[in-house]
């Protein structure tokens, strides 16, 4: 039963760790595999960690008793003319998060959103936005951390928080 974690930055050497979680949140349905080469080939999921740590990327490293990661939450200013599932505007960063699926509903996922948040604020930003698919169960922590729904797509809604 996992117990305690820890929270560091994350640093540029995280980026192999962080397409770990790109495929973790891919991959949140019970069962419901991609295969790691499918989702980080594709265009729409490499992009949150192609380059990484470029100027603008900020995250947070979850890690267990061991110090092994066991998730992370991360954000990018992706551009208009490449937008993520969560785009909202120019400066305004998307956050992602994953958590390996035997630490979730631990609390490792809140505390990740707080700590990002938290970094978002500290540089300066107004709001962070994220995309979650319809039926994902984070889309209730999203929600009870003060992010709401400004966009609904196809199976999937884009979500903002205000950070001031």
């Known amino acids: 039963m996992p117990s ?6 994350a640093t540029q050497a995280d980026g192999a760790f962080l397409g770990d979680m790109v495929v973790e ?9 991609s295969p790691k080469h499918q989702v980080m080939t ?6 949150y960690v192609a380059g990484w740590m470029r100027p603008g990327d900020a995250g947070l490293i979850a890690l267990d008793g061991h110090g092994e990661p066991i998730g ?4 990018r200013m992706l551009p208009r003319s490449d937008p993520g599932f969560g785009y909202v505007g120019t400066g305004v960063p998307e956050l ?3 958590v390996r699926p035997i630490w979730r509903a631990h609390g490792v996922g809140r505390t ?7 970094l978002a604020r500290a540089e300066g930003y107004a709001r962070i936005s ?21 966009q609904s797509g196809m199976g999937r809604d ?3 928080k205000r950070l001031r």
């Open 130 to 150: 994220l995309s979650v698919e319809r039926g994902n169960f984070a889309a209730t922590l999203y929600r009870s951390e003060g992010f709401a729904v400004t």
């Open 158 to 160: 884009t979500m903002v």
């Open 96 to 98: 992602i998060i994953g």
């Open 25 to 33: 949140a891919a991959n949140w349905r019970q069962g419901g595999a």
């Open 42 to 47: 594709s265009a729409e999921h490499g992009r």
């Open 4 to 9: 305690s974690f820890s929270i560091r930055p």
């Open 72 to 75: 992370a939450a991360w954000y």
């Open 112 to 118: 990740l959103l707080h700590g990002l948040c938290d």
